[in-house]
């Protein structure tokens, strides 16, 4: 299997001087791993006592009903949740980015003047030292 080669060429050393025992390793890390895994969930599901979380939260919505709010809850939807959440954000963001886009639109148009407010000042300029270069030749 994909997972045994790469328990071997983590060990290839090991591998080379005895494969038979590698794979003895590598079967019963496996079952041990595996058992470790099962326990874990199983105390997760235990020590989780998801009734009485559950029921702890609908005294937080009962006690919240007073608020203008209700107590948010996931749909079960993750894409609905994190939509409820981020487009108030986003749409704040991008009224903010648009603002800030005008105010730099605004700086570029003024930038822009005053460069072709110098381009005419300089076109002027050589264009009175040409004559002044002329009636002095």
């Known amino acids: 299997s994909c997972s045994y080669q790469r328990f071997v060429s983590c060990y290839r050393c090991f591998y080379k001087l005895q494969p ?3 794979r ?3 079967d019963q890390f496996i079952s041990q791993l595996q058992a470790s895994i ?3 969930i199983q105390e997760v599901k235990n020590e989780g006592n998801l009734e009485g979380l559950l029921g702890s939260l609908d005294k ?3 006690e919240a009903k007073e608020r ?3 107590a948010w809850r996931p749909s079960g939807v993750p894409e ?3 939509c409820s959440a981020m487009v108030p954000y986003l749409l704040k963001h991008r009224c903010h980015l648009r603002r800030a ?3 730099r639109e605004e700086h570029n148009r003024k930038v822009a003047e005053s460069v072709l407010m110098g381009r005419d000042r300089i076109a002027e300029l050589q264009q009175l030292i040409q004559a002044r270069q002329q009636a002095w030749q």
């Open 24 to 26: 003895s390793i590598y």
């Open 60 to 62: 937080i919505v009962e």
């Open 80 to 82: 609905d949740d994190i």
């Open 38 to 40: 099962k326990e874990e």
């Open 20 to 22: 038979q025992l590698t």
């Open 68 to 70: 203008e709010e209700p």
């Open 101 to 103: 886009l005008g105010d």
